[in-house]
């Protein structure tokens, strides 16, 4: 049996992990209609974790597991698009907070809105109890990652 | 609570999808010491679905579910790096096979054991059985995906 036999019938983890990814990140793109000149999947390292009242760039970075520098990119694009802004954090001047625009808190609930429903239909397709056992595990997983990741 | 500790408290399917995604991606980079000059985690796309003798751009495309010009992009990269070339297609003389070199047929083979090795753990981890049931479900919604990408 050819390679990409071999994988199409028993797919490995890396594939799998992989398309419900990219099928998600297409569905937001869709959902949301944003365009190549809007926020891209990678921004959702910065809009998945921020807070309405805005939040640290370091506590963004801890969140998403991106490095600070990364997370200081992708802020610096979504000034430029409009979603944030940073201001002086007024429990600590000396320090800035990354605020969502009114345009960035509408993208937030919108988006946690569109993850909400694809859970929701998910969950309806493989049934309610799989899909929470499903996701019990994959919470193990993600957990099992950042413990990995911070003792290399 | 603030939406930053709703997520940490309860995170979503983004979150955790792309927070395992990433790990693994991590983790293959480190194991296989790939560098910036040499093929990163979007070029999994090509070398994942790649057959030994070859396979075509389109079969390429359709496997990983990405465009046929993201392939040709990928495999242009790849060439530069030495892992692929493009030949004619010996069934087809009008047709081009993307087939792997010494070194990539090295990266594919190495790439698929750093795989079923992080596989191994994630199920010592969480149990065998556990594991079995949740790759299980991660590939209905992965087949899920497919087809709704198919009617859009």
Redesign the interface.
């Known amino acids: 049996m050819?390679?990409?036999e071999r994988?199409?019938a028993d797919?490995?983890?890396?594939?799998?992990?992989?398309?419900?990814?990219?099928?998600?990140q297409?569905?937001?793109s869709?959902e949301l209609r944003t365009d190549k000149s809007g926020p891209g999947p990678r921004h959702?390292a910065v809009l998945?974790?921020?807070?309405?009242?805005g939040?640290r760039a370091t506590?963004l970075a801890a969140?998403s597991?991106q490095h600070k520098q990364v997370i200081g990119t992708l802020v610096d694009d979504l000034v430029a698009m409009g979603y944030v802004e940073r201001r002086p954090d007024p429990s600590d001047r000396r320090a800035k907070l990354v605020v969502p625009t009114e345009r960035g808190l509408d993208m937030?609930r919108r988006s946690?809105e569109v993850?909400?429903a694809?859970?929701r239909r998910?969950a309806q397709?493989?049934g309610e109890e799989?899909?929470a056992?499903?996701?019990a595990?994959?919470?193990?997983?993600?957990e099992?990652?950042?413990t990995?990741?911070a003792t290399?």
Chains 1, 2 share one sequence.
């Open positions: 050819r390679r990409s994988k199409q797919p490995d983890l890396g594939i799998l992990i992989a398309r419900v990814l990219f099928g998600l297409r569905e937001m869709r959702g998945a974790y921020l807070d309405e009242e939040s506590d969140q597991g937030m946690d993850v909400a694809i859970e998910y397709a493989v799989e899909f056992v499903f996701k595990t994959l919470r193990k997983l993600a099992l990652q950042v990995s990741d290399t």
